[in-house]
């Protein structure tokens, strides 16, 4: 079952929803918008410049054509009805967890740079996530640390 599986929270109230969450927790700028594969959110806050992409279901995506057992063709109004029912599962997503790390950071369990440092926009455009994902393949992870911060090779 998805998070939010059954919510009837439309769209554009979690939109609005993150919106005034960010301006509550100190973000300064704020911008939304959205194609039909993605929305956007952007925000800066604590002079960082941060960057969700949330991608978009497909209406057409096999999930929406079928019956969950796949034995049965969705009419329009069934396939719409579903379509828009991930459409809000995927905004209270986006909502609950930019609230949730906004919350961490007030609380003092973590920093703000900690828990965006993916969205973070670099001065070019791109976030940090997309400049370090890709070279992620080339990585070779070492030994696990123990508790007190020391390699295994260092006893």
Not at 124 to 138: N, V
Request: with cysteine; charged share 30%.
């Amino acid at each position: 079952m998805n998070y939010a599986s059954n919510t009837e929270v439309p769209v554009e109230r979690s939109r609005a929803e993150i919106e005034t969450t960010l301006r509550r927790f100190g973000a300064d700028q704020f911008v939304s918008g959205w194609d039909s594969e993605q929305a956007v959110i952007g925000f800066r806050c604590r002079n960082r410049a941060v960057r969700f992409i949330l991608p978009l279901s497909n209406p057409h995506d096999k999930r929406f054509l079928f019956t969950p057992g796949g034995r049965r063709r969705l009419n329009d109004q069934e396939r719409l009805k579903r379509w828009e029912q991930a459409c809000r599962e995927n905004w209270r997503a986006l909502s609950a967890v930019i609230k949730a790390k906004l919350v961490a950071v007030q609380a003092g369990i973590t920093q703000f740079e900690q828990q965006f440092l993916a969205h973070i926009v670099l001065n070019g455009g791109e976030t940090i996530g997309e400049h370090i994902l890709p070279k992620l393949d080339d990585y070779k992870p070492g030994q696990l640390l123990i508790a007190c911060g020391k390699d295994k090779s260092e006893e």
